[in-house]
């Protein structure tokens, strides 16, 4: 038993629940998710370009050894701040692609440990952080909306101040 | 702001390999990474596939209407721009609670949802609106209860306690959530929405 068990009860639970109040109301279930899942068929189609697009920037940015040149780059700004410089390459890669971050993160954890802080912070980093950008470039492109206006920023912001939170309490809570 | 970024990642990555003298792993590169993007989107495309059938089901079997009234008191005051009882509601609410859940595969399909119904509402199609910008906001820094992936990295890697980083990370997206959301409501205020 992993304490994460329990969670797998979420998702049978609610197609049970679904199915349940579906025929319990007459509802033709079958039918019914055939219907929207057409829909989800529609969409999905939209978003392969969205995904393909971005999968090239990140992976030529990372590939090409860009991202480590410009997380050296920066790395004084940061240290600044108090951030260990290895972990700058996962804080410019986060919001962009959570499979390229969960190899930079695997990557931390073994050369550095998963108990050193500077595996404590990249693993508290990576659970209080989103992909940004991919979800609001998608988001946005599913519906075509081309005039964003501040919305990525803000979103950007937001990963940043998530960053200094998961410093301060990575500091707090195992430094101490 | 994302055809820039967009742009600059790849300019960047063309000439950092072109200064490096490995211009050919340019090419490579933007076909196998097109490649491993049709894989993921294929894979979305399945996720969506399931639970736009679902929660259509779920619609019609009027559980979506229970759990609107039960969530509409808490997300009215951010998106007062939304008409009461109007579906978008469900659907953030449905993405909030996947997010928060963990549950990454079922957060982005509400969230898709989400957009499309708040795309109904959208005198101008092609701009974004207050409400889309509260809920992207919303969505980039929403708070996780279950970190399960960096949960599950660290016990690849042998941490001695794996789950030690809930706290410091719910700290953290509660932070920045809070913090979005402040300055969301000050710019709806400032530009007059």
């Not at chain 1, 019914?32 to 370009?49: N, Q």
């Not at chain 1, 590939?63 to 050296?72: F, H, I, K, P, R």
């Not at chain 2, 996720?47 to 979506?64: D, E, H, K, M, P």
Request: aromatic share 8%; net charge positive; hydrophobic share 55%.
């Amino acid at each position: 038993m992993t304490p994460l068990s329990w969670t797998a009860w979420i998702l049978p639970g609610l197609v049970a629940v679904t199915l349940v109040a579906g025929l319990r109301r007459r509802v033709p279930v079958y039918d019914e998710f055939v219907a929207g899942a057409a829909e989800g068929v529609r969409l999905g189609l939209r978003l392969i370009p969205l995904i393909i697009g971005i999968y090239i920037a990140v992976g030529l940015f990372r590939e090409s050894g860009a991202l480590a040149w410009v997380a050296q780059a920066a790395a004084p700004v940061l240290a600044y701040a108090g951030f260990p410089p290895e972990i700058l390459p996962l804080m410019l890669i986060r919001p962009f692609s959570n499979a390229a971050a969960m190899g930079v993160i695997a990557e931390l954890l073994q050369e550095h440990g998963p108990d050193s802080f500077v595996g404590l912070l990249a693993s508290v980093m990576q659970g209080s952080s989103e992909t940004t950008f991919y979800v609001a470039a998608l988001y946005l492109g599913s519906v075509g909306i081309r005039r964003s206006l501040h919305a990525v920023h803000l979103c950007l912001l937001g990963d940043l101040v998530g960053y200094l939170a998961a410093l301060w309490a990575t500091s707090v809570l195992f430094l101490a | 702001m994302v055809n820039t970024i967009w742009a600059a990642m790849i300019l960047a990555g063309i000439v950092y390999a072109a200064v490096q003298g490995n211009v050919g792993l340019v090419t490579t590169a933007i076909f196998s990474q097109a490649a491993s993007g049709l894989t993921v989107a294929l894979n979305l495309l399945a996720i969506t596939t399931v639970w736009f059938g679902l929660s259509r089901v779920a619609a019609r079997a009027g559980l979506l209407d229970a759990l609107a009234r039960l969530i509409a008191p808490v997300l009215r005051p951010l998106f007062p721009d939304i008409p009461r009882g109007h579906p978008s509601l469900t659907a953030i609410a449905l993405n909030i609670a996947a997010n928060v859940l963990g549950l990454a595969n079922a957060a982005t399909p509400f969230g898709l949802q989400a957009m499309k119904e708040l795309q109904r509402l959208n005198p101008r199609p092609d701009t974004v609106t207050p409400a889309m910008i509260t809920f992207l906001a919303l969505n980039s820094a929403c708070a996780t209860l279950l970190p399960a992936t960096a949960v599950a990295l660290r016990a690849q890697a042998g941490a001695r306690e794996p789950a030690i980083i809930i706290g410091p990370a719910a700290i953290a997206s509660g932070a920045a959530m809070l913090f979005v959301l402040l300055v969301d409501r000050w710019t709806r205020r400032t530009s007059g929405w």
